[in-house]
């Protein structure tokens, strides 16, 4: 979709943006696009790997909480930050836009 081409690009722009992954929402998660060399290769599919459980544990975890399956809570922004990195995190019904940050910068 055009919004979603605009969002990309925007975020590609930002400087303190090492890169973004655009994931499908489908068992193995995969790569559909991505940006920055930190996602380049064997590293932006660990990556992927990584934040498709982070997503699932997250959602089961809500699930478990809430007592009911699939009409409970569900996860629309998540942020993960660690001493040289954030990791944001948005979920759609078709994708997951992951987008790794300095907040140094």
């Not at 975020?11 to 992954?21: A, K």
């Not at 193995?28 to 060399?37: A, D, E, M, T």
């Not at 544990?57 to 993960?80: T, Y």
Request: aromatic share 4%; charged share 25%; no cysteine.
């Amino acid at each position: 979709p055009p919004e979603l081409e605009q969002t990309l690009a925007l975020l590609s722009s930002h400087r303190s943006v090492l890169g973004y992954l655009l994931l499908s929402r489908g068992q193995p998660v995969s790569i559909i696009r991505h940006s920055g060399v930190v996602f380049e290769g064997e590293h932006g599919k660990k990556y992927a790997t990584a934040i498709g459980r982070m997503i699932e544990s997250v959602q089961g975890a809500l699930e478990e909480v809430s007592g009911e399956v699939n009409e409970g809570d569900e996860i629309r922004f998540m942020r993960i930050r660690t001493k040289r990195h954030e990791i944001m995190i948005s979920p759609d019904k078709r994708y997951l836009l992951a987008v790794l940050h300095d907040p140094t910068t």
